[in-house]
């Protein structure tokens, strides 16, 4: 039987990218190249958040994974189970248990705390991509702190949505100095970045860059004056949950076609309805 | 008439070829002038070379807009960038490659005002608007994408992105060749009444002596990389005094 380097990557490969994390938490935002490696996933299944998490994962870690908000969708599962044979942590779906978080398109509903590490998998590192769709003119623009060109987005937006924040992936401002993607997470968790005690990694295994924001970091989502940033939520109340303040998801319940809310984040949603079950 | 940019000595080297030979110029406030030459003269190369989008092997150029007088080659790279979308401006060819054929008309003459800091939406898109309507484009127009604009309809809407924010000075390289005519006299008209009713200088390149007579008030003629005739328009086109201006003349106005 093959056997495995813990975590799956050898040590020399973590340390090399812990390098490039250190690197990545000294200037908030900042994106750094690393040596990304051949994963046993294709791109586009979070090979870049695996790496990072496997880099900073230890023995007595709690992991949790989440996709679209839910710990059982074949992805997070997949993720989930691979961390599980080759480091022999426990998995959790709790988010208060929990010591790392990888994610894709959320950040949980519970708040996370200094004591916790959020690890996102990230498609495109590059917020001014569509815009400088030259790599060494976007560096210059991030060399100099020349973000203009990035309300052009923001501008179409408003025209053609009539607000400001696009659903997802909205960029923001990191530490007042470094635009930033915040990754394909909806613009209702962008606020939740903001001054967040945890950790922040990012990695993007395609595009072979990592970057971080430091705990307590400023997160600021553009906006214009006369449009301030608004992070969209569904109006609704979570059908299974009651609840009014998370990010919800637009379910069709039957054959009729009735359509119900339901939290995204499934274990916020469930930690809710077990509450209520104890104290009727 | 006051200075307002003023290059001495320029000189730039390509492989075995000196596309700019020592070359000197001045361009006072308000004032258009012509760069003609035939192909390969260097035009583009000193115009693109004024504008600070590449640099000269050799020679200063220094404007005195603005507050105080500024040596190009001692900006910084922040700097010249804040000049060259504030107080300057440049008009290519190629109005297709220059705009964003994904961002609506508005987003396009706003993204210069944005770049300049401008953070209230309702303020340039107003900006946009009204100058949609100045270069009869028309504001009801603003959202849409420029994809389908025709040739004339793409360089008016460079030239309203460019001059939104009042610029001092716009470089403009052969802004209607590639025009249908009937397109390009439009087009012509348009530069013409805004730099006249803006005070805007402006270096215009063409190898069209017609273009140069009907905006310039003086004309520079290139040979080789260098300058070898200038003075008022007129002057240069009726009555030329080196040889290859003479040339030019009578090959491409005959009168
Ligand atoms: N990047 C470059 N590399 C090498 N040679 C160049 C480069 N740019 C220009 N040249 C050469 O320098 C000379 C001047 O070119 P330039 O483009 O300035 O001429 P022009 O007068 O604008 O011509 P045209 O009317 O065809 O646009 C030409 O011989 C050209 O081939
Ligand atoms: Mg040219």
């Known amino acids: 039987m093959i056997s495995y380097n813990f975590a799956y990557l050898d040590e020399q490969t973590k340390r090399s990218i812990r390098r490039a994390l250190l690197k990545a938490v000294a200037v908030p935002g900042w994106q750094i190249p690393f040596g990304s490696r051949e994963m046993p996933l294709p791109y586009g299944w979070g090979t870049g958040g695996i790496q990072v998490t496997a880099s900073v994962i230890g023995e007595t870690d709690r992991l949790k994974v989440i996709d679209q908000g839910a710990d059982d969708t074949t992805n997070a599962v997949a993720i989930a189970s691979f961390f599980k044979r080759m480091t022999g942590v426990d998995i959790t779906t709790r988010t208060a248990d929990a010591t790392i978080i990888q994610t894709r398109h959320r950040i949980p509903e519970h708040p996370l705390t200094e004591n916790q590490i959020i690890v996102y998998q990230v498609p495109q590192p590059e917020p001014l991509w569509r815009l400088i769709p030259e790599r060494p003119v976007a560096m210059r623009a991030h060399a100099l702190g020349d973000y203009g060109t990035m309300y052009v987005k923001l501008y179409e937006d408003i025209t053609r949505f009539g607000r400001v924040a696009s659903a997802y992936e909205h960029p923001v401002m990191v530490g007042d100095r470094v635009l930033m993607s915040p990754s394909p997470i909806p613009a209702f968790d962008n606020p939740k970045m903001d001054r967040m005690p945890a950790l922040q990694l990012f990695g993007a295994g395609r595009e072979r860059r990592l970057y971080a924001v430091p705990p307590y970091t400023s997160v600021r989502s553009l906006d214009f004056s006369d449009h301030p940033f608004h992070p969209g939520r569904a109006d609704g109340t979570c059908t299974l949950c009651g609840s009014t303040t998370s990010y919800l998801d637009e379910i069709i319940m039957d054959d009729q076609g009735t359509r119900r809310f339901v939290c995204s984040d499934t274990d916020y949603c469930s930690e809710r309805q077990d509450a209520k079950e104890v104290t009727p | ?255």
């Open chain 2, 1 to 255: 008439m006051s200075i307002l940019l003023q290059a001495t000595g320029l000189n730039k080297r390509f492989q075995n070829i000196d596309a700019l030979d020592n070359v000197s110029l001045t361009v006072s406030r308000r004032e258009i002038l012509a760069v003609v030459g035939e192909s390969g003269s260097g035009k583009s190369t000193l115009l693109a070379t004024l504008a600070g989008l590449q640099t000269a092997d050799a020679g200063r150029i220094t404007y005195y807009g603005g507050d105080r007088p500024w040596d190009i080659g001692d900006m910084d790279e922040m700097q010249l960038r804040r000049l060259q979308r504030t107080q300057w401006g440049f008009i290519h060819q190629n109005a297709r490659a220059a705009l964003r054929l994904d961002v609506s008309a508005g987003g396009n003459i706003g993204e210069r005002l944005m770049m300049n800091g401008a953070r209230n939406y309702g303020d340039i898109r107003e900006t946009a608007a009204r100058w949609l309507d100045e270069v009869e484009i028309g504001r009801e127009r603003i959202d849409e994408m420029p994809l389908n604009f025709s040739g004339g309809m793409l360089q008016r809407l460079q030239i309203a992105a460019t001059l939104v924010t009042s610029p001092e000075l716009v470089f403009m390289d052969e802004p209607t060749t590639g025009l249908d005519v009937s397109v390009q006299a439009r087009v012509l008209d348009l530069i013409r009444n805004l730099v006249h009713k803006l005070d805007v200088a402006t270096i215009i390149v063409t190898h069209d002596l017609g273009v140069a007579r009907l905006l310039a008030d003086r004309t520079v003629v290139m040979q080789g990389g260098a300058i070898v005739e200038h003075g008022l328009t007129d002057q240069v086109l009726d009555d030329p005094q080196h040889p290859y201006t003479q040339l030019l003349v009578s090959s491409v106005l005959p009168s």
